[in-house]
Structures are given as structure tokens and as C-alpha cells.
């Protein structure tokens, strides 16, 4: 582990163990020293894998998201039973029946609104959402934004391959502008949005990007957005073989991705190319390519920050895109702020405080009361 | 007139068994308020009573204009009564329009205290009376008391730093006033309310005190009016009492279900008139452990309850019709992975947007089956608002035994409508058990209960019982995806039957009346009051009439059938088209009569009464 990611870690609240009203029962765990819950045995990879089929279409980017997801979970320290998987309707929608955690496929965008009744009842549990670009931009786009700015402690990967998959291939909100697809024969007119861009606009507190082919930055990118403590939004860039294949080709394949994509480090400058001798440097209100050399020099360039209060670095960076740029990939944005079930908590716990434990007779008989004998 | 002039011998004091007053005004002139304060005094002074509210539009409509006006009526007696009453004694009329929307209803005879002071030109041209009502003779089969509110009420406050407009702000009390002299009211409950409304603003709460007492005092030492009258109290079954409204009901049922469940409250919601109040009041019992959570939207709203019930929680959503339409996807997931859930439907009048502050018992058939596909869920409706708070409860026991959402149908009159309601000993209500499976060696999420069908109910963080559920077809027992022919028939056949068969486990439905006769009146919701006094009007008539009312819609309780065959005729009032009315006639093959008006409000006695009596009277019976 990382000294960051134990920074991140500690920051964590301790999950509230079963013993809440929902009457959960309790699990079998320890607590380690940062307030995370131990499994008694270590789980691998394998522990969180269902016995379930899986029904993708061979060659699917949502494999590798899949096997990635199965490889981070063990890092939290949650035991399987505590872990959730929560999708809408689409390709991605079928991800947690191949998790052997509880699992919930629900209806078409509306995967934030149940993880967030599921984490306001249980703060205890760790609450995955995971969505497609379709379901989570244009039938979910409102729930979206509004478990984000609620700062929902949820976890939402957003598997985004520009295109309806499930239902065989029409234009997506993410689909580039003029794309013939089944529904526009001539083209799309709708122009598309910045997943991270309505993410950063939502007041997400945690805002990253990763591509399915990019195993091991996934894999950090996934355990970075669980140990994130609030809502966290992760855009991962997927192929779709059979209805959209190489979409994100040209900058993601092994051959150009350094020249392509922008690894956005925590506190570096932002230099990226085969021989990191280019550079991101605003000029302006406008990020500009720079060779480095003849003048130019590291200094000059942007210093990536995700901590940073406001999120200007982080908007500009959501609309950089290949070619003009490189497509940024990471963490964007990584902030701190009360989540949703501690806010809600918080004011129990005050209304407790100020009118004492609720009691039930006396608020049915609370009023003007009169006494027929 | 003013209060200098005569003054004159103690009024006569006559005895009345019930008194209907409807105040009505301006939506600026506090006729809410009026009305509520009017209702309290006489609850606590051991009336019953019955109120129906009726709210203008959402949005102000201008000052004296005919959509601005909002009315308060409220009935009290020495008896039981169910009603708000068809007609009012006593009509107030706090300016034009006010006289104009609600003389219709005051019968000849009726009494009617106008605030002569609003009657200007100005406002009689809001109202479109071409001319004066007070001088040109209209009012003439009517018991007129003209009193220049606005006047007297300025000049008892004359001497307090306030503004024209708070003074005039202050003229209901007045109004008030002269009502609880005539009608031999405390002012003591208003007064000590007075003290803890504005006990921070003293002028305010001066000025309310004295418009109050200058309203009494005028009553008392005028001669305008003879007599003063006087109803005795109620003779109710012992206990506590206090005056409740449907929504405080159905909120507080809420709360106690949780406890006698030993779970937490999760409410999603989103607002929407007339289920606001539910969100409002629950919203306030956070020390009850309530989770309130008002969503984005309503989808959101039950998503998040269904998320909530997910983890073990209660979670429960309200809305209105048009809100109802926005669940109906999420109905079905919860339909679908069988969950405990509960959604309340206070209706109102639609369709569309339709007039959400009046009422309507519309949406029966929308939650009986506005889903996709074959989608049962159990329905119990409350008959009165102090009734709601039983069926909150009820819903609860059923979502939680059965393991399945359930709707529950309130609708604007039971909502804002308010009856003295017995505090029931919360240490006499039964608990409700409710288990989460543990057992990781038996456990299969779709295997049932043989008794209830109920599935078992595993919530997360349940260590080796980890599994998937969603929206897809379930295969029987193990709950694995299943595209199966015979698999989705069976299923299809399970869910019916689980609901089907909660008839086993709801009391028998209650005819009041003759055993068998010539009609019996079938009614459900807020249809009661209004039934249950036909019936007795009826019956005291020599009519051979019984009236049931059903609570559980569906199922229907085991016994309806057999209830419905023992009357030659069957007559269903609703505020509606005809809803239950479909559903009996197709369910058990008779040839029951609808009596269906929606106007946006509650049936009157008279017209239940006159519908029975034609039915009663022609010689065409069914025939049964
Ligand atoms: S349709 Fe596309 S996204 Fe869906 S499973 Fe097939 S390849 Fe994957």
C-alpha cells in the first residue's frame, strides 16, 4: 500500500458493523487499526467470483472490467458479505450476477437511487453501482447527478463504449456527433457529452478515468475510487467488438497510448510521449501541447492536482480529447467532503440529542388531547 | 351597528344535536386557520367532529377574485356523525367571491354572517356580481347578518403600532370570535395558541387576542343575534382523544409499525400535493430513528426505498397519482424481487395534473394493474382519517409477513380531513415478527414459506448468503436468471397466488344492517362517512339496506362474496367512474350499480340517499 492510499484509507469512516436497525447480522470480522473491517481469512481473487456463466460477447471490453474488479476487491478488507454490486439495464447491467457478493440488477438508470436507500439504511456496507453510457447519461442522467452532489458514499463505474450494445447498437449520448448508427442512418445530431464533465459539474468528490485494455491501471484506478471516502465516479473506456469496436482505438492501443494519453500523477507535471517530451501548458484560459526543449522547460507546465478546491484544472482536463490532445487518464479529482449517510446520521443523532430518544406514546398523544371517561 | 349600541338581555340558548359552519374567504384571509381552531376548541370540548378543507389551487390566485377563495367546513355534534356534513347551518362570508363560490350550497333558511366591509364595488367586480347581493334582494330566503368586520376589528386594535395590512390580517379572529360566543366556545384553546404562535411577536399576538375577544364581545352585547347555541358533547367510547388528519395519521401509523416491527423507517419522497404533509411529519421524527429522504424525483424516491428494504429496512415511499404513474417501473422491480415495501397513493383529482388539491378515488385501478404484465400487489385503503393510522400499520404487516410492497390508498379528503381519533396504548398493539433468513446451508432466495409463499428475506451483510436478484425472470427456488417457458408460467402463478392468498389472513368484510335485504351499499376509502349516514337515514326510514366497506382491495376479504349475495340489489358510490365497480362486477358475475360523481368532492349524504331510494323503489330488481 501506497503512503497515499493509507492517507486515503484513514480517512475512511469505520464501517458502523451490524449494528444497526436494519438488524443485520453480524458478520464475522476483526477490525483493522484503520477502522476497516478485516476479513478473518484474506479472500483472492477467486472468492469473488459467482458461479455464474459469463454472457458477454467474446472479446468485450466488459471482461477485463470484470476480472479487474474481482482482482481489487480483496484490498478493502471487506469481507463478500458486506460488498454490493448494484447495475441498471444495459451490457454492463449484468456484472453483478459474476460477483460472488450480494447483487442487485435493477431497472434502466436507476441504479444511484436504490444504492442510495441501500446506503442510507446500511452505512455499513461497501455499495458499487455500475452503469453504461446510456444508462447512466441519458435515462439515469438525473440520478446521477444527484448522488453525486449528495456525495452518496457509492462507488459508480461507468462502463462507457459510446453506444447501446444490449439493444444492438443505437447512438448513445456519448456517440460522437454524425455517427451512422442503427437509429441515425444519416448520422447523429445530438452532440455528445463528457461523462466527467457532467460528473465534475454534479459536485462528485471523486472523478477518474481508466480503459478496459489497461489492466493495471484499472486495477488502480478501482482500488483508488474504493478507498475513496464519499461518491466516487469512474468512467472506464470500453470496447464494444460487435457494435462499436475501436472506438477508443486510436489513442488507446499499446503502439501510441504514450503518445496518446495523458497519465495524470498527484503533484507531477503533466508530461506524457514515449520519450516524455511533451507537455500540457495553458496559455490563457486555453491548455495548449508544448515540446519540451528550445525554451520550453517542465516548469512551465501544468501541475496536476486533484486535491485542488476548485475544479477548474480538473473541468478542463475532462475536455481534453484525442486529437488535439491527449486523453487524460486517472484521477482527476479527488476531494473531501461529508457524505450523504453521515450528514444523515449527524441529524438523528442532534434530534436524539435535543428531544431525547424517541418516545412512541407520547408522540401519539402529543396535541391538544382531551380525556373521555 | 357597532358594539356601543344596544345591549341587551342574556340570548336565548338553544339545544342542537349538530352544526355544520363553513367559513370561507379569501386564500389570504386565513379561513385554514379559522376553520382549525374552530375544530379544536370543539374537539376538546368533547364533540365529535368531521372537517373538510377545500383548498384553491396551489399557486394565489388574486385578492378577491373567485379562484382565490378557500373554504373551511366543519361539522360538530352531541352524537356520532361521519360526515363534513352535505350543507352548511352556518355560512361566513369574508367578502364577495367568497359569498359568490359557496351560497349554492347554504340552504333557505341557512344563516349567513357577511363581512360587509369587503362588499366595494371593486371587490364586488372581482366576484362579477353585477350588482350588490347585499342591498338588490338576492339574499332574501337567507338568515343575513351583515357586520362590518374589517371596521370594527380596525378600531378594537386601533391603538397598536401596526400596519393597515396587519390589522387587516388579523380580521378571521374577529370572525372567530363572534362564532364561539354564538355557539358557547371557550376562547381559552385559541388564546393559549395565540401565546405560543407569536408569543415572540407580542403586538402580533396582542392584536390576534384582542380581534378574538372583540369578535366574542361583539356577539355578546349586540343584539344581532337571538339566540346562541348549544351543542352538548359527544358520547364517545372512553379514552384519550385528540383531532387528527389523515396524513398525521398515516404518518404516526408509520412510525408505530416501525416499532412494533423493531426496524428502521427509510421514507423516500418527493413532493407532491396532497402527500407533502407525510414527508413533512416524518421528517421530524428523526429521533425515531426515521430516515427521511427527499429525492430527486419520484423514481428516485422509490428506488431508494426499495434500496432501503434491500438492507433490511422499512423502506416506504408517498406520493399522489401523477407521482404513482413515475413509481409504476420500480413498483414492478419491487414486484419482481419481492421485497417489503410500502407505497402510499393519497389521490386527487386527475387525470394529468387535474385539480391536486380536491379529491378523487380514481387511482384503484392504476395500482391494481398500471404495470407491466401480470404485477399483483395487495391494496388496503383506509375508510376515515383516524383510520389510517390503522391501516399504515396494516400495510406493514403484510409487506413485512409476505415479503412484498403493498399499496396504500389514502386521497385528498382523508388527508387534510380531521376527526377526534382515541390514542390507542402503543403497549396493546401487537407486534409484527420479522425475520431475516441467516441460514447459509438451506438458503435458495426464491424458495417460499408453504404457508405464506413468502420468499425469505436475506439482506447484505448476511455472511454465505450472498446472491443476485433483479428485475429478470427468477427461476423457481434457486433465483437464477431463467428464460424458461414453464418456469415464467409458474412464477407468474406463484406471485398471484402469494397475494391471492393474503385473503386467508384479513378479517371477513362487515355488513352493518339486515343480515339479507333489498341493497346493500358497498363502498372503500373516504366514501364512508357519507355511506354510513345514507345507510342509517335509510334504515331509520324503514328501508331494508345494509352498507359494507371494504378496506383490503385486493385481495378482497374471503367472504365479499357471499356478503354481496345475500341483497336483492348492489350499489357502489365512488368518486370515480366506476373502479370498484368494474372489479366487483368481473370478479364475482353480479349486476352491481355504480353512483359515481367527481366533482373534486366528497359525496353528500343526499345523494347516496336519493340514489338508494330510486334503486329501492323500482320494481326492476335484479332478480338474484
Ligand atoms: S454488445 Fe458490445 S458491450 Fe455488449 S457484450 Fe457485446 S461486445 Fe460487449
Known amino acids: ?373 | 351597528m357597532t358594539t356601543e349600541t344596544a345591549r341587551t338581555e342574556p340570548a336565548q340558548v338553544q339545544e342542537l344535536d349538530r352544526v355544520t359552519i363553513r367559513f370561507a374567504g379569501d386564500s389570504g384571509d386565513g379561513m385554514q386557520l379559522t376553520g382549525n381552531q374552530f375544530t379544536r376548541t370543539a374537539a376538546v370540548f368533547g364533540n365529535d367532529i368531521s372537517t373538510l378543507p377545500d383548498f384553491p389551487a396551489e399557486i394565489r390566485a388574486p385578492a378577491g377574485s373567485l379562484p382565490g377563495v378557500s373554504g373551511f367546513q366543519l361539522s360538530f355534534s352531541s352524537g356520532d356523525i361521519h360526515t363534513p356534513g352535505d350543507q352548511p347551518d352556518v355560512l361566513v362570508a369574508m367578502n364577495p367571491a367568497a359569498l359568490k363560490t359557496n351560497l349554492g350550497d347554504l340552504p333557505p333558511g341557512g344563516a349567513l354572517i357577511v363581512n360587509s366591509d369587503a362588499f366595494s364595488q371593486q371587490n364586488l367586480n372581482k366576484a362579477a356580481y353585477a350588482s350588490n347581493p347585499l342591498t338588490d334582494g338576492s339574499l332574501k330566503q337567507y338568515n343575513v347578518f351583515e357586520i362590518p368586520i374589517s371596521t370594527l376589528n380596525a378600531r378594537a386594535l386601533e391603538d397598536l403600532e401596526m400596519t393597515s395590512k396587519q390589522v387587516d390580517l388579523t380580521k378571521n379572529f374577529f370572525a372567530l370570535g363572534i362564532m364561539f360566543w354564538l355557539y358557547e366556545r371557550s376562547m381559552e384553546p385559541t388564546l393559549r395558541w395565540i401565546d405560543g404562535k407569536f408569543g415572540a411577536r407580542p403586538v402580533i399576538a396582542e392584536a390576534n387576542r384582542r380581534a378574538l375577544k372583540a369578535g366574542y364581545a361583539f356577539g355578546e352585547t349586540t343584539e344581532i343575534f337571538h339566540t346562541t347555541y348549544r351543542v352538548a358533547a359527544a358520547h364517545l367510547s372512553p379514552g384519550t382523544y385528540r383531532n387528527i388528519t389523515g396524513n398525521e395519521a398515516t404518518a404516526l401509523g408509520f412510525v408505530t409499525a416501525a416499532r412494533l416491527a423493531g426496524r428502521d423507517l427509510f421514507y423516500g419522497s418527493y413532493p407532491i400535493t396532497p402527500a407533502s404533509d407525510i414527508l413533512h411529519q416524518l421528517s421530524g421524527y428523526k429521533n425515531f430513528g426515521v430516515k427521511t429522504f427527499q429525492a430527486e424525483d419520484e423514481i428516485s424516491a422509490i428506488g431508494a426505498a426499495i434500496g432501503a428494504s434491500y438492507g433490511g429496512a422499512m423502506g416506504l415511499t408517498a406520493s399522489s397519482g401523477p407521482g404513482i404513474a413515475l413509481k409504476t417501473e420500480a413498483l414492478g422491480l419491487a414486484v419482481m424481487v419481492e421485497l417489503p415495501l410500502v407505497v402510499v397513493d393519497v389521490q386527487r383529482a386527475g387525470p394529468s395534473t387535474g385539480m391536486p388539491t380536491k379529491t378523487e378515488q380514481a387511482d384503484l385501478l392504476q395500482v391494481m394493474f398500471g404495470r407491466n404484465s401480470d404485477s399483483p400487489v395487495p391494496i388496503v385503503a383506509p375508510a376515515t382519517p383516524a383510520e389510517c393510522f390503522d391501516y399504515a400499520v396494516e400495510a406493514w404487516r403484510i409487506a413485512l409477513k409476505y415479503v412484498t410492497p403493498v399499496v396504500y390508498l389514502s386521497d385528498a379528503f382523508l388527508a387534510t380531513g380531521a376527526e377526534p381519533w382515541r390514542v390507542p396504548d402503543v403497549a396493546d398493539l401487537p407486534a409484527i415478527a420479522v425475520e431475516n433468513y441467516t441460514d447459509a446451508a438451506t438458503f435458495h432466495p426464491y424458495d417460499r414459506d408453504p404457508e405464506t409463499l413468502a420468499r425469505p428475506w436475506a439482506v447484505p451483510g448476511t455472511p454465505g448468503l450472498e446472491h443476485r436478484i433483479g428485475g429478470l425472470e427468477k427461476q423457481d427456488i434457486t433465483g437464477n436468471v431463467s428464460y424458461d417457458p414453464d418456469n415464467h408460467h409458474r412464477m407468474q402463478a406463484l406471485r398471484a397466488q402469494k397475494v391471492a392468498g393474503i385473503a386467508n389472513d384479513i378479517p371477513p368484510l362487515q355488513a352493518l344492517g339486515p343480515e339479507r335485504g333489498d341493497l346493500l351499499v358497498l363502498g372503500w376509502g373516504s366514501t364512508y362517512g357519507a355511506i354510513r349516514s345514507a345507510v342509517e337515514r335509510l334504515q331509520a326510514e324503514g328501508w331494508s339496506v345494509a352498507h359494507a366497506h371494504l378496506r383490503h382491495l385486493n385481495p378482497f376479504p374471503l367472504n365479499t362474496g357471499e356478503i354481496l349475495a345475500r341483497y336483492r340489489q348492489v350499489l357502489i358510490p365512488e368518486v370515480n367512474l366506476g373502479q370498484l365497480l368494474m372489479l366487483i362486477r368481473a370478479r364475482y358475475l353480479i349486476d352491481a350499480k355504480g353512483l359515481n360523481r367527481v366533482r373534486g368532492k366528497p359525496f353528500r349524504i343526499s345523494e347516496i340517499h336519493e340514489s338508494a331510494v330510486e334503486i329501492l323503489s323500482s320494481k326492476r330488481g335484479t332478480g338474484r
Open chain 1, 1 to 373: 500500500m501506497t503512503d497515499e492510499q493509507a492517507a486515503e484509507n484513514g480517512l475512511k469512516s469505520p464501517p458502523a458493523g451490524a449494528g444497526n436497525g436494519a438488524g443485520g447480522p453480524a458478520a464475522t470480522e476483526s477490525t483493522g487499526a484503520a477502522g476497516t473491517p478485516l476479513p478473518t481469512v484474506p479472500l483472492s481473487r477467486k472468492d469473488f467470483v459467482s458461479d455464474q456463466e459469463v454472457r458477454w460477447c467474446p472479446g468485450c471490453g466488459d471482461y477485463s472490467i470484470l476480472a479487474q474488479t474481482q482482482k481489487t476487491m480483496p484490498d478493502f478488507g471487506y469481507p463478500r458479505e458486506k460488498i454490493v454490486f448494484i447495475s441498471g439495464i444495459g451490457c454492463s447491467g449484468r456484472l453483478p450476477y459474476y460477483m460472488n457478493t450480494y447483487g442487485f440488477h435493477t431497472i434502466h438508470g436507476r441504479a444511484p437511487t436504490l444504492a442510495t436507500g441501500l446506503k442510507g439504511a446500511r452505512p455499513d456496507l461497501m455499495v458499487w453501482v455500475i452503469t453504461g453510457d446510456g444508462d447512466a447519461l441519458s435515462i439515469g442522467g438525473n440520478h446521477v447527478l444527484h448522488s453525486m452532489r449528495r456525495n452518496v458514499d457509492i462507488k459508480l463505474v461507468m462502463f462507457n463504449n459510446r453506444i447501446y450494445g444490449l439493444t444492438k447498437g443505437q447512438a448513445s449520448p456519448t456517440s460522437e456527433i454524425g455517427k451512422k448508427t442503427k437509429s441515425t442512418p444519416q448520422g447523429t445530431i445530438d452532440t455528445p457529452i463528457s461523462p466527467l464533465s457532467v460528473a465534475l459539474a454534479a459536485e462528485a468528490t471523486f472523478v477518474a478515468r481508466s480503459v478496459d485494455t489497461h489492466t493495471e491501471h484499472l486495477q488502480q484506478t478501482f482500488n483508488r475510487a474504493g478507498r475513496h471516502h464519499g461518491s466516487a465516479f469512474l468512467e472506464v473506456l470500453q470496447n464494444c467488438n460487435i457494435f462499436n469496436d475501436g472506438a477508443f482505438r486510436d489513442f488507446t492501443d499499446r503502439e501510441v497510448r504514450e503518445d496518446r494519453m495523458l497519465m495524470l500523477e498527484h503533484g507531477k507535471p503533466m508530461i506524457f510521449g514515449k520519450d516524455r517530451d511533451r507537455g500540457i501548458r495553458l496559455n490563457g484560459l486555453h491548455p495548449e501541447v508544448v515540446q519540451l526543449g528550445n525554451g520550453v522547460t517542465e516548469e512551465q507546465l501544468l501541475v496536476h492536482d486533484e486535491e485542488a478546491e476548485d475544479p477548474y484544472l480538473a473541468f478542463m482536463l475532462s475536455r481534453m480529447w484525442y486529437p488535439e490532445f491527449p486523453v487524460p487518464v486517472g484521477v482527476l479529482r479527488r476531494v473531501q467532503r461529508a457524505t450523504h449517510h453521515e450528514l444523515l446520521e449527524g441529524q438523528i443523532a442532534d434530534a436524539v440529542s435535543k428531544n431525547g430518544e424517541g418516545d412512541l406514546q407520547k408522540l401519539l398523544v402529543s396535541g391538544e388531547t382531551w380525556v373521555v371517561d
